[in-house]
């Protein structure tokens, strides 16, 4: 129902995980419905099935980059919309049941990309553990729960639930290094007000036919100074050197540049979809401020410009 905020959200589990932690920081997702699903595509497909509202799922990260799953899925079936986005820091733990000490840890249990980001650690502080691959962090703690190894690298929201304590904490390589995950939904109802902060994100295929084709793109959202933060391919899966492209610049659709950007988008591609338009969500402890547009290309010289041109068709100015 157009206007009513989501309360049934479905994200990428199992329980215990990033995922999980993200969607918890979204307060509508606290006292609502929330499921996990096996899958990007389970979750989206749930959402399009109007079986839930909201599917929350990774978009990117910092050591990784792009999640190519997610990309590729939103592309791939009916149209939804990021209605906002969440950046949480990946914050891994090595946990065990309370009676395991570090030194008595024989082997650990932890999905594959997770012992990878902590490599380093695991070289220097248990180099003779063998490690354990399982499907998700959440699994991985569960195992250590269970005894069926003797600790986990883990999310920080897995140490309660599963009784465990922390052996170690911060053991990730990259201290610094964060996911970003986007809340999805049927499209239906405008995006949320400009905040004055805010992204758009565009999924673009352009025309092959036409040379330059790529640079008329980026040309589109320069000459209008909207700042293009993000770009990324990835195949159609109909031939070598098809692709489809995904943008994201600041600014809002509700805002005149970015808005006459997208008209232009639309001229010169072969197709445009818009994924959304919500306030820019920031690392905890990195708060950056927006940068202004330049100078003549704010909402309001181009609403000073279109009341000059109306009167110069009424025949008011010489």
């Known amino acids: 129902m157009p206007g009513v905020p989501p309360t049934r959200f479905v994200y990428l589990g199992p329980e215990s995980t990033f995922a999980e932690q993200a969607l918890l920081t979204i307060p509508a997702a606290v006292g609502g419905i929330r499921t996990a699903a096996r899958s990007v595509p389970e979750a989206l497909e749930a959402v399009r099935a109007g079986e839930a509202d909201a599917a929350l799922v990774p ?3 910092s050591i990784g980059g792009a999640v190519g799953v997610t990309l590729d899925e939103v592309v791939d079936g009916d149209p939804l919309v990021i209605t906002r986005d969440v950046v949480i820091p990946v914050e891994f733990v090595l946990a065990a049941r309370a009676d395991v000490t570090l030194s008595g840890v024989r082997t650990i249990a932890a999905h594959p990309q997770a012992s990878i980001q902590c ?13 354990v691959d399982v499907l998700s962090n959440g699994a991985a703690a569960v195992s250590a729960a269970e005894g069926v190894n003797d600790a986990a690298i883990c999310a920080p929201i897995a140490v309660e639930r599963f009784h465990l304590k922390v052996l170690a904490d911060k053991i990730a390589d990259h201290p610094d290094a964060v996911t970003r995950f986007v809340l999805l939904s049927r499209p239906g109802t405008p995006p949320p007000a400009p905040t004055g902060d805010d992204i758009t994100s565009l999924a673009i295929w352009i025309a092959h036919d036409r040379v330059g084709a790529l640079l008329a793109v980026l040309t589109e959202l320069a000459v209008r100074g909207v700042n293009l933060t993000r770009i990324e391919s990835r ?21 005149a ?3 006459e ?15 959304g ?12 401020r927006p940068v202004p547009p330049p100078t003549g290309l ?7 410009s279109a009341a000059w041109l109306r009167k110069l068709r009424r025949g008011e100015l010489a």
């Open 298 to 304: 704010s909402d309001a010289d181009y609403a000073d």
């Open 119 to 131: 490599r380093s650690w695991l070289r220097s502080h248990a180099p003779d553990a063998t490690i």
């Open 277 to 288: 338009s919500y306030q820019r969500a920031l690392p905890p402890g990195q708060p950056e």
């Open 257 to 259: 540049r970015v808005g």
């Open 59 to 61: 978009w990117e990260n």
């Open 235 to 255: 195949p159609t899966g109909e031939r070598l050197g098809r692709y489809v492209f995904f943008l994201e610049c600041t600014g809002h659709v509700a805002e």
């Open 261 to 275: 950007a997208l008209q232009g988008l639309r001229r010169v591609c072969a197709e445009v979809r818009f994924l």
